[in-house]
C-alpha cells in the first residue's frame, strides 16, 4: 500500500464541492470546496490524511494541494465568476512557499475565480501575524476572508475582529442548542459585528426546515448543509445566481497604538502613578464575563513585567482567549499561559499599552514614556489617551499582532 509521502507526491487529493444557497430566495451564491484523500485508503477522510501529513511534517504542503485542486476543478468547469466558491486554508500554509508545480493553477485562480478563503479560530490564537498576512493576500487578489466553526469555542467570538472576516460562519453545534445561553451569546456578538460590518452570516449543517427556519432566528443569510446538497463532483448546471457581497478591506496600520490613538485622541500629560489604576482597571475587564476579551499589553521592557504582574496575567490567562506582554527581553512565555514578545520595534520600546478587545469590549490606554531619568519610577511622566472607539482599538490591536511568533505545537508521534 501506497504511504502517505506517495499520496502528496502524487497529488492524489479530490475535491468535492457543497452548494451555497441563499436562504430567502434560494439562489445559489457559490459552493465550498472538500477534500478527500484516495478511496479506499487510510487517508480517505480528511482528517486522517491532515493527521498524516502533519506527523510527516508536509502539512503545508497539503493545504496547498488542497487548495490547487479545487481551484483547478472549479477553473476546468468554467465555475462562473458570479459564484464564490470558499475553500480552507490553514494561514501558517503562507509561511511555505507554494510549491513550483501547483503556482500555476494557483496564478490562474487569482485572476479567474471569486474566492473566499476559510479560517479557523485556533489558527488565529497559534499564529496572529500569519492570519493577517494571509488575509491580506487574499485581499490583495480581491478575494474574501470567512471566519469558520464560529461559537465551536468562545475564542472565536474575541478574536472575530482580527480577522475582519467578510463571512462569519456559525458552527453547526448552534443549531442543535438554539436555546442554550451560550447560543444566545454567540448569535448576540456575531449580530453586532455583521451589522456594524455588513459581513454576512452563513449557518452551516442546516439539514431539516426546522433547522433552517432557526438559522433565518440567528440572522444567517446563506445556508449550508445537507437540507441544500450533499458534497459532490462540480457540475455546471446552475439556476437562478445568488449575491455574496465582499467587504472593503480593513486599514493596515504600521504605527504603534499611540501614535494609532494618540493621533485622533485628546493626549494628556501625566505620572507612572496616576495611570496604574487606569491599567489595572482594564486589566481587569480581560477576566470578565461569559466571553473574555483579548489582553495586549506593551512594557516598554522586561523588567517592568514584575512577579506581581506575571501573576495577574496568568490568571487572566486561564480564562482569556489570548494575553500577550511585549517587551524588550521579555521571553516568548513570560508567565503561565502568556504569550511574549520582545519587539524590535523602538518606537515601541518607548510605550506603556494596554489594550482589551473581545465581543463586547473595546478598549485601549496607550502612552509614551517622555524620557526622565534620576527619579522616582512612579514620577516617570507619559503622554496618554485611552479610548473605547471599536475601530481605533482594533487598529491598535492589530498593529501589536504581528510581532507575536506562532505557538510550537508538539507534533504527535
Known amino acids: 500500500m501506497a504511504d502517505i509521502h506517495d499520496v502528496l507526491d502524487r497529488r492524489a487529493v479530490t475535491p468535492v464541492f457543497q452548494p451555497l444557497l441563499d436562504i430567502a430566495s434560494g439562489a445559489l451564491v457559490g459552493y465550498e470546496a472538500l477534500s478527500r484523500g484516495p478511496a479506499g485508503t ?11 501529513a502533519r506527523v510527516a511534517g508536509r502539512e503545508a504542503e497539503l493545504d496547498w494541494i488542497c487548495r490547487a485542486a479545487a481551484y483547478r476543478v472549479a477553473l476546468a468547469n ?10 480552507n486554508m490553514e494561514p501558517t500554509a503562507w509561511r511555505v512557499a507554494c510549491p513550483a508545480d501547483l503556482a500555476p493553477v494557483v496564478e490562474q485562480a487569482r485572476r479567474g475565480l471569486r474566492v473566499v478563503t476559510e479560517m479557523t479560530e485556533r489558527v488565529i490564537a497559534d499564529d496572529p501575524a500569519a492570519l493577517l498576512s494571509a488575509a491580506a ?12 466553526d464560529v461559537g465551536a469555542d468562545p475564542m472565536s467570538l474575541a478574536l472575530m475582529p482580527f480577522v475582519h472576516p467578510d463571512v462569519v460562519k456559525l458552527d453547526m453545534g448552534l443549531l442543535h442548542a438554539p436555546h442554550d445561553p451560550h447560543t444566545a451569546r454567540v448569535v448576540a456578538a456575531v449580530s453586532a459585528y455583521a451589522e456594524a460590518s455588513g459581513a454576512t452570516v452563513l449557518a452551516e449543517g442546516i439539514e431539516t426546515a426546522e433547522q433552517l427556519s432557526t438559522a433565518r432566528t440567528m440572522g444567517a443569510t446563506i445556508g449550508q448543509g445537507w437540507y441544500f446538497g450533499r458534497p459532490a463532483p462540480l457540475t455546471s ?4 445566481i445568488g449575491d455574496l457581497p465582499i467587504l472593503t478591506r480593513p486599514t493596515e496600520d504600521d504605527r504603534t497604538p499611540f501614535e494609532i ?18 491599567s489595572r482597571h482594564l486589566e481587569a475587564l480581560a477576566g470578565d464575563g461569559p466571553e473574555p476579551p483579548v489582553l495586549l499589553a506593551c512594557f516598554q521592557e522586561a523588567r517592568h513585567f514584575t512577579p506581581a504582574t506575571a501573576r495577574r496575567f496568568s490568571r487572566i490567562a486561564r480564562r482569556s482567549p489570548m494575553v500577550a506582554a511585549l517587551g524588550a527581553g521579555l521571553d516568548a512565555e513570560p508567565a503561565p499561559g ?22 463586547h469590549r473595546a478598549a485601549a490606554l496607550v502612552a509614551r514614556d517622555l524620557g526622565d531619568d534620576g527619579g522616582p519610577d512612579a514620577d516617570r511622566r507619559f503622554d496618554f489617551a485611552l479610548t473605547h472607539d471599536r475601530d481605533l482599538v482594533v487598529r491598535a490591536a492589530r ?12 507534533v504527535p508521534v
Open 399 to 410: 498593529s501589536l499582532l504581528k510581532h507575536l511568533a506562532p505557538v510550537r505545537v508538539p
Open 338 to 359: 502568556v504569550r511574549g514578545a520582545c519587539f524590535g520595534d523602538d518606537r515601541l520600546r518607548g510605550e506603556w499599552n494596554v489594550i482589551v478587545l473581545g465581543p
Open 78 to 87: 468554467g465555475l462562473d465568476r458570479r459564484l464564490t466558491l470558499f475553500v
Open 237 to 240: 448546471t446552475i439556476g437562478h
Open 261 to 278: 490613538v494618540g493621533r485622533s485622541r485628546a493626549v494628556t500629560r501625566t505620572t507612572k502613578s496616576q495611570l496604574m489604576p487606569m
Open 42 to 52: 487510510p487517508w480517505e477522510s480528511p482528517a486522517a490524511l491532515f493527521a498524516a
Open 137 to 148: 493576500n487574499c485581499r490583495d487578489a480581491g478575494w474574501g476572508v470567512a471566519l469558520d
